[in-house]
């Protein structure tokens, strides 16, 4: 017996040893990820327009949302299973309408951005500084992103530096499209290029060519993408009306009845998602924050 004891703390001694050779990854990426959503969910909520509010904020009134439509659901139909259901879906409620806002907001400056490039072309090419072209934009730029230049003039006017005026814009725009517009503006303010007017015409042809074919692609799909949306709501719009029947829940409260759920709502999200990445044109990723 005392042998044995002694053969085992040997064979953790020499498996601690060994293991030490190969220290474990750090758990980072976890965190990236979840620093990226909310990044993400921050950058949907400025494109939507919600100043007052950030992710946080959303994230505590989606879970807010749930647990009322939880009870609601609870309270209305009295089984749990189907009131579980309808709670998560009220919970991704805000995050979804948030999307939704963002999504057609990137999509109306999609034909905006190549009118704002060439606005600082033009000012460029009279002989105006970069930050007073950009300062002009707040007048005679684009009504739907005046708001954001006109702070960016207040912001260069009490501090008088533009590389943090910038750094601000970009937080206020929340676009990839503004991001490559205005650190081709830092690079030309710090080195000095001479191609900038070479470089915003390309970036103004650029931004047409692909906000005209994204808008022929998305008109011939949208169809088939609203159709799919529509068949993914339909089974729980007709288990929402089967709520006001009490006789015909009960068959839902039966062990078979929280399996034919849970396989119900895992075949509806994994259809919105490969209809999503199927359907749906990719979206440039802010790589320059």
Not at 136 to 145: H, M
Not at 222 to 243: D, F, G, H, I, K
Not at 254 to 259: A, E, I, L
Request: net charge positive; aromatic share 6%.
């Amino acid at each position: 017996m005392e042998g044995a004891l002694w053969g085992l703390t040997l064979g953790v001694g020499l498996a601690c040893i060994w293991w030490s050779f190969w220290p474990r990854e750090p758990s980072a990426p976890s965190r990236t990820g979840r620093r990226r959503m909310i990044e993400r969910l921050a950058d949907e909520i400025t494109l939507a327009g919600l100043k007052s509010i950030g992710p946080w904020t959303v994230l505590g009134m989606s879970a807010g949302l749930g647990v009322i439509v939880l009870v609601l659901g609870f309270a209305i139909t009295r089984v749990l299973p189907i009131s579980l259901c309808f709670a998560v879906m009220g919970a991704w409620t805000p995050v979804a309408v948030i999307r939704a806002r963002a999504r057609k907001r990137r999509t109306r400056l999609r034909d905006v951005w190549p009118e704002v490039v060439d606005h600082v072309h033009s000012a460029v090419r009279a002989g105006l500084a970069l930050p007073e072209a950009l300062v002009q934009l707040g007048d005679r730029g684009p009504e739907s992103l005046r708001p954001q230049f006109v702070e960016f003039g207040h912001d260069y006017r009490a501090t008088g530096r533009f590389s943090d005026s910038l750094d601000r814009l970009k937080d206020r725009l929340a676009d990839p499209v503004s991001d490559r517009l205005v650190e081709a503006l830092r690079l030309a303010r710090d080195v000095g290029g001479t191609d900038l007017g070479r470089v915003l015409s390309t970036l103004s042809t650029f931004l047409r060519a692909d906000a005209r074919a994204r808008a022929e692609l998305e008109a011939r799909q949208s169809w088939t993408v609203n159709a799919a949306r529509l068949a993914m709501v339909a089974p729980w719009a007709v288990l929402a009306m089967l709520a006001t029947r009490g006789s015909t829940l009960t068959a839902y409260s039966t062990p078979t009845g929280v399996g034919i759920l849970m396989v119900g709502g895992a075949l509806t999200i994994v259809a919105y998602r490969l209809m999503i990445v199927i359907g749906r044109l990719p979206e440039e990723r802010r790589v320059l924050r």
